[in-house]
Structure formats: C-alpha cells, structure tokens
C-alpha cells in the first residue's frame, strides 16, 4: 500500500480515536464579543498616526516641549525656609497655538487647606499611638505650600494667572506659536517640612542632639507641565502618590546656604574651586583616578567638626545642567562625601555618596559601590548612562529619585550595628533609586498616569542589577548567601498577591492614585512580569534586544505604554497582545495542572473504539485498511504481553508499513518508542501562559518541554497532548522551578503529590 493512501485511510478513523484527537474549539455565543485571550489589543490600542508608529517609536512628526530654567534659591537654615527667584524660557515645539501655561506648584500639596487629607478613608482606629493622635487631632496643619509672590514677563510686567491646587495657570500676554518661546518669572517661598515626622519626598531630617538638619530638596520649584500629542496638558492634581510628567530643558541654578554646608545636586558644579579647600580638589582629583574604591572627599571626623560650630556666612554652589527633566539637591554639614569613577562605554562617570556619620560603617562600604554597580547594570541593559555622575543621599525613612541625585534610607543602630534587613534595604534602595535615572528621568513616561511604565520596568531591571551585584561584589552577601536576596523579581514573590481577594486588586493599567496594593500592582507585578517575560516566554537574548530597542527608541522622549508593548513586539517578532492583556489589562492569574493522564500501547487489535466506529457505519473489520491501534491500559481490550515492547514489535502492520517505505538508511535512525501517553492539561487560572512540563522516566532520568501559550488558543480549559516515549513516563510535573507565578501547585504533578497540612503538622507536633 503506497504511503499517501495509508495516511488517508488512518486520518479517516484515527480523527475519531480517542489517541489522537483534535483540541475542542472555544465555545462562542452567537453575537456574544470575541472574548479570546489571543484577540489583538487594536480595541485598547490607539491609532498608530504621525506622532507614534505601529511599530512603537516616535513617529515623523514626533514633538515635545521645552522648558529652561535660571534659578537663585536661599536656604535659611534657622527657620527652615526656601526662597527662590526663577526665569523660566518655554519654547512651544508643538505644530499647536497655545493661548496659557501651566505650571506644577506640588508644594501646594502641603498647604494649609490641602485637599489631599480629604479623600482618605481614616476613620478612626480601635487605638493609636500617642504621636500619630496628637498629630491627628491635637495640632494645626503643616503649612509648607507655595507663597507665590510674584508672576511678570521679562519686562517686569505682572502676568495674570490662577492657582488650582497644585497647578498654577498662567495667560499669555499673546498666543504662542509654533516655534516661539516665551520666558517669565517667578518670585516664591516656602517653609520645609520635616520629611521623617511628617512624611513627604522632600525635606529635612533635624538631628536634636547637634542642632542640624540635613537637606534633601526636590520638587521645590514651580515647575512646567508636559504638553504633548498624548493629551495635551498633562493637568492631573498632585494628590501626594502619583509622581510627576516634566519636559526637558537646561538649568542654570546658584544655590546659597550656610558656608559650611557641604552641597551637590543635579549637574555639574561650575564653581568647585571656589566652594572646595585646596584639599578636596586633591582628593576629588585622586577620586577620578579610582575604580576600585571610593575616595573619602569629607571625612567623617571633617563632618562631625562641622556639626559643632555653625558658620554665619554663606556659600553659593552653583550647577548647570543641560537636557533633564528636573533638578534637586542635597545640603547639610553633616556630610561624609566620597566619590570614585566608574568606566561607561567610553567615558568616566563618578558614583558620589553623601551621608551623616548616622550612616556608618554600612554607608562608607557599600553605597557608592552599588551606585557603580548599578551604573554598570543598567547601561548594558539599556543604554550608556548619559551623565557625568549619579549621587546615592543618605535620608531617613527616604528612597526618592531625581535626575543624577537620589535619597535612600538604611541606618545602623547607635553603636553601628545593623542587620541582614537593613544592609541589603540599603542596597536594593540605592540600585532602584540609582536606576530611576533610566526609567523615568531619561526615558521619561509619565508618572502621573501610569506608574508602572517607571517603578515596575525600573523594578525589573533592579532585579538584574542586584544580581550582577551579588556576582561582582560577592563581600556584600552574608554567610550561607550564593545570590543576592532580592525581595522583587522571581515570580514567586507575586504569588500571594495574585492570588489574593479580586475585589481588591486592580488592573495594572490603572492610574497609580486609583490602585489597590500600590506596591505590588506598581512594583511587584509589573518586574515579575517582565522578569517571566524575559526568562520564561521570550529568552533573554529576544527579550534583551527589544528592551534596548524601546530605551534608545525612547530616551529623552516621552513614551506611552502602547509605545513599549509595540516595541517589544516590533524587535522581537514575538506576537505579545496576549501577554499584555493578560497580566497588564487583568487582574487574571497563573494556575495550569496536569489534570489526567492516560497510557496506551500499540497493537495490531482493533480497540474497543475502532470496533465501535467500525459498526456504526456498517463496516466489518475484515474490511478496516491497515491500522495502527491504541489499546488503553486498564481498558477491557487491553492484553498484557503489550507491555515492554516497541510498537514495531506490536504491530506487524506498522512494521511492514516502515520496511516498505525506509530505506535501510532511514530505518536504521528510527525511533522504537515502547509507551504512549495522553497527557491533558487543565488552566483554572485565567492567564494564558507557556505550558512547562518536566517528564521523568523509569531510568530517573528527566526532560523539560515548554509548550508555548498558543496552545490554549482553541481551548481555554484544558488541552492535550500525545507523547511516545522509548521510556516510561513516571511523573509529570508543571511548571518545576516555579516560573510562572503558579497560585496553586496542588495540581501541578501526576501522580498527585499529597501535600500535608498545617493542621496534620500540628498534630505530628503535638504527639511528638
């Protein structure tokens, strides 16, 4: 018998068997919406258009906006009071006439009559503590908004404008064309708040037993809003949580504060000889020179004298920087300040540490070695770090990022002692900060709507840099550690959270103010998204090229998240929209289990199926073309001299099928397989993910198949597949080294393992 006619007749009875049987389709209602987990994301998408292609980069008539800043600022250290005088220039580099401006004033959050305490729910608590009744209901209000003084053009004329909370509008004295700039000043104060007792992200830290405050200033200035294709202006209040969308531009800032104080901040110091002693610009020589190890600029004994005698006089720093979103700046003579280089692509960029002996020993061996170490990270994950230095602060309770400066907390005890807990918090808070100067002061999505595109794509790459930490700087892990402990990024770590109550769990594609779980849905579940992403569906070598391509595609810009989703796709050929909508459009979860297994050998008697088939369409079986039979073990039909042999060896039909139509050449590389399975897989949880299934044999040896997800493209329940083996299977188990954020393991291995419970445990405990 030829082989295509042997292959016909097989497919016309074998379509019925219940071996080799095709997937059932998803059910679908008649005029019901096409509900599959593989319908393309066109519905959420918008219209790829000049500004934005399909392909997720800026279009041919991409825009944005600038915004330049001169700025003199004074920091009265005696009443904790910052005032500042700024020049900002506009240039409208959109295709729009724009008749205002608006102007971020997210001080206001702190005023007096701020609308932020109103829309918690805090009704009152069972017990407080002393501290947070009295600061409930015993005291007035922190008032630390903006006191606008005074708002004119360049000719000193008074331009109208209206505060509406933290936004300011201000009215153009004529419409501003495109390619026109407009420059305008403001005149303002505020009173610094205590970031550690009242909260905040700004602030001071006041040491009561020297009498001094240590600075770390952000947000302190109005600042322009974003203007873009997207929305125009990006006009959301600042309620406290959601973090700020900012354009580009240059600041030119001259900072006076006691001549004492020890100072850096957002770009470079242009006047550094004139605010360092003859034996700084030593050391700081020296600190350029050093890879290896920081170089001590202040030393601690420096810092403590300092801390003593208060000057009277002042000092002015002043900074320039050029294309960053934002300015902020650290100041206190408390300051231990060390620096050392580290090699970026073809350049030197210092990694800078500022912090009070409180800080020590952990900060004097640790920080700026994670500042490079991050550097390092990030650059080969995305793009070369583009500045010339980035800066780790020490501050209480703080971990805030701001473009080349950031505050991160972690203090040793009083006699210098501190644990597994607060060494690797340090650290981890140091490389996420750190890393914020990728996501999002360079690549610079908008905060304000959606948090994920900066804390979790940040959250993810931290991962990868505290793993390259613990490799390259193996004396920062502790006795028994092999890696570094990250607390984000293995998909282990979301499971609770995924599995926890629906009703308060939200998209991750929900305004981060509107979010239930703020850390997990903005931090956890995003990184470990993309962490499966990159080890797990794509590879990292697929998954890293496309991640590169999105950061160069974007730096500087302002990307949106479709602008990554189609990137990620774009670079990789990876049709990704079900993955998207799964763990970015739902609140859906991973839980795929081996639901039955059953095991068939072949033979030449027709099985109890075939002979069923057989008469109901009248057929005898004499008249059957030459079969290959599956015959279950257990079944009724099932004989017993089957087992152990190859199904040549039980079927002579198969056997004369294969020395007709192999050649001696083809015949001596066929496979003898001796066991069949059908193996079905059932998918509780609602995400769409790969199948991973870990086959062990008899021998006690294993093999791993990643089935990939489109194998629930025609059934969302369950599917099955059809496996021949030269060995017998003896368990099969899903997903073996927890990659996929699996809620439920119970169901995960054939034979079902019995997995005691707590209540058993405690009973064992209880008679032993």
């Known amino acids: ?250 600041f030119e800032v001259n900072i006076t504060v006691p001549a004492d104080h020890i100072l850096d901040g957002t770009g470079k110091l242009t006047n550094r000889k004139e605010v360092f002693s003859k034996e700084m610009m030593k050391r700081y020589e020296k600190a350029k020179k050093s890879y290896d190890e920081p170089v001590v600029i202040v030393t601690q004994a420096e810092a403590e004298a300092a801390e003593k005698i208060k000057s009277t006089k002042t000092k002015t720093w002043k900074l320039y920087a050029e294309n960053v979103r934002d300015f902020g700046f650290a100041t206190s003579r408390k300051y231990i300040w060390d620096m050392m280089a580290v090699k970026i692509g073809n350049k030197d960029v210092m990694a800078v540490s500022l912090y009070p002996k409180e800080g020590n020993p952990l900060w004097e061996d640790w920080s700026t070695k994670a500042v490079a170490s991050t550097l390092k990270s990030y650059s080969r994950m995305t793009f070369d770090y583009p500045y010339h230095k980035a800066i780790s602060v020490h501050a209480k309770q703080q971990g805030m990022e701001y473009p080349m400066i950031c505050w991160n907390y972690g203090r040793p005890d009083a006699e210098g002692n501190y644990s597994d807990r607060t060494k690797f918090g340090m650290m981890s808070v140091i490389i996420h900060e750190v890393g914020h100067n990728f996501f999002p002061m360079i690549v610079n999505s908008d905060e304000r709507q959606w948090t994920w595109m900066d804390e979790g794509l940040n959250t993810f790459v931290q991962y990868v840099a505290e793993q390259d930490f613990g490799k390259w700087y193996p004396g920062a892990l502790s006795e028994g550690q092999t890696a570094y402990p990250s607390r984000r990024g293995p998909a282990s770590k979301i499971v609770n959270y995924m599995g926890g109550d629906q009703d308060f769990i939200a998209p991750i594609m929900t305004k981060g103010l509107n979010t239930y779980q703020f850390g997990n849905n903005a931090y956890g579940k995003p990184g470990t998204a993309l962490n499966i992403l990159r080890e797990t569906v794509m590879g990292p070598e697929l998954f890293d090229y496309a991640f590169r391509e999105y950061s160069r595609r974007w730096m500087f810009k302002h990307p949106t998240p479709e602008d990554f989703f189609r990137t990620m796709e774009d670079a990789s050929a990876f049709d990704l ?192």
Do not use: C
């Not at 729910?121 to 015993?138: H, I, M, R, V």
């Not at 006009?235 to 240059?250: H, K, V």
């Not at 050998?601 to 057929?619: D, F, L, T, W």
């Not at 629930?712 to 927890?738: G, T």
């Open 1 to 250: 018998m030829n082989k295509l006619k042997y292959v016909f007749l097989s497919a016309l009875f074998l379509t019925a068997g219940v071996f080799a049987q095709e997937e059932e389709p998803v059910e679908r209602e008649q005029g019901h919406t096409n509900n599959n987990k593989f319908k393309q994301l066109y519905d959420e998408f918008s219209t790829p258009n000049m500004y934005r292609t399909a392909s997720g980069a800026p279009g041919a008539a991409y825009y944005q906006q600038q915004a330049d800043y001169k700025m003199d600022l004074v920091l009265d250290d005696v009443n904790a009071k910052l005032s500042g005088y700024e020049t900002i220039t506009y240039t409208n580099n959109s295709p729009d006439v724009l008749k205002y401006l608006w102007v971020q004033l997210d001080q206001n959050m702190r005023a007096k009559d701020s609308k932020t305490p109103l829309i918690s729910d805090d009704a009152s608590q069972p017990a407080e503590t002393p501290g947070s009744f009295a600061n409930k209901y015993l005291t007035e209000a922190f008032d630390g908004g903006f006191n606008i003084q005074e708002v004119k053009d360049t000719s000193g004329r008074a331009l109208q404008h209206m505060i509406n909370r933290t936004m300011m509008r201000v009215e153009l004295p004529t419409p501003l064309a495109t390619g026109q700039k407009f420059s305008f000043s403001i005149k303002w104060w505020y009173n610094i708040n205590d970031h550690v007792n009242g909260r905040g992200r700004s602030g001071y830290e006041y040491f009561a037993d020297s009498d001094n405050r240590n600075y770390v200033i952000a947000q302190f200035y109005p600042r322009m809003a974003v203007y873009s294709d997207v929305e125009g202006w990006q006009n959301s209040q600042f309620w406290g949580r959601d973090e700020f969308a900012l354009p580009f531009g240059n």
């Open 577 to 768: 929209d079900w993955y998207w909508r799964g763990w970015f459009y739902t609140t859906d979860y991973v839980d795929i289990g081996v639901k039955e297994v059953k095991k068939y050998y072949v033979s030449n008697e027709p099985n109890a199926e075939i002979k069923k088939i057989a008469e109901q369409r009248g057929m005898k079986l004499s008249d059957l073309p030459p079969l290959v039979f599956f015959v279950e073990e257990g079944s009724e039909d099932f004989d017993d001299t089957l087992k152990g042999k190859s199904a040549l060896e039980n079927s002579p039909t198969l056997n004369e099928y294969v020395m007709d139509n192999f050649t001696p050449e083809e015949r001596a590389q066929i496979k003898e397989p001796k066991f069949f399975y059908k193996v079905t897989f059932e998918k509780p949880g609602g995400l769409v993910m790969p199948i991973i299934a870990e086959y062990t044999y008899a021998d006690g040896t294993s093999k791993t198949v990643t089935y990939p997800a489109q194998i629930w493209r025609l059934n969302d329940k369950e599917v099955s597949k059809a496996i021949a083996s030269e060995k017998e299977i003896v368990s099969i188990k899903v997903d073996p080294n927890l990659e996929t954020a699996d809620v439920d393991t119970s169901n995960n291995a054939w034979p079902r393992e019995v997995t005691e419970s707590k209540f058993d445990k405690f009973k064992k405990e209880v008679r032993n």
